[in-house]
């Protein structure tokens, strides 16, 4: 496994106490422009294998995929690890709880898909949680999560314009942060599954900023749908996996 972390200090902090302080004001200017898109990206994703069942969010957040997944879904469950995050997700009606992506409190084949977005790039221990996420889904039933990719314009800006600031005391570079090449990000894929399509979110914009122009940011909205599943999606800063859980034994070798 192949990674990119960079810490803060001398020492990472727990991702707990990070998403509490970003919780802060996570949903700041959200609602437009770049991160409106990639929500609205994230959501459609879902839809696709989603729309009128049983779906989780792992690592929901403050809930804005989370909202937009329940608008369509039976069922619409989420979980996080930052107490701060599911205040606001709670305060958006969503049903939430507190967990963790590696010990998820749901029973067996609970669901028809479980997502997630922008999380298990910072979750160390990403092939038990991608194994629970599949304990979870019922046979038949799809996963859907991205990967932080290292071939993309987004992991090109990271390296150019360091770590952004995330909260009053925090930036992105206080907890780890996984970048993978696709060919790796398929080395992990979970027993029990099959790739289903591989997508792609981020693939034309240089730097966010880039949608808050008038003309270039109605533009490279269009270029990125239009490009979210075709081949150049293996050139997103978000790779997006979409696996089928098999029927057979869990444990049998992933197709």
Known sequence: MSSASSRAGSETVDNRAYYDAFSESYD??????????????????????????????????????????ASFARRAEGVDLSPGMLAKARARGLTVQEASATDLPFEDASFDVAY????LAHVPEIDRALAEMVRVVRPGGYLVY???????????????????????????????????????????????TRLERIDGIRIATLHAAQLRLPLVGRWTERIEWRFMDSPLA??????????RKLH???NAEHG
């Open 146 to 192: 991205d990967f932080y990719n290292r071939h993309s314009f987004r992991y090109l800006a990271k390296r150019l314009f360091g770590p952004r600031k995330t909260s009053r005391v925090f930036d992105e570079s206080a907890i780890p942060t996984r970048f993978w090449s696709i060919d790796e990000a398929l080395a992990h894929l979970p027993a029990g």
């Open 116 to 119: 997630s977005f922008k999380v």
């Open 28 to 69: 700041d200017k959200r609602h437009e422009g770049y991160h409106k898109l990639i929500d609205d990206q994230a959501a459609e994703l879902v839809r696709r294998v989603g729309e009128g069942k049983e779906v989780l969010e792992v690592g929901c957040g403050t809930g804005l995929v989370l909202e937009r997944v």
């Open 248 to 250: 057979d034994d869990p």
């Open 234 to 243: 293996r050139l997103a800063g978000f790779g997006v996996l979409t696996l």
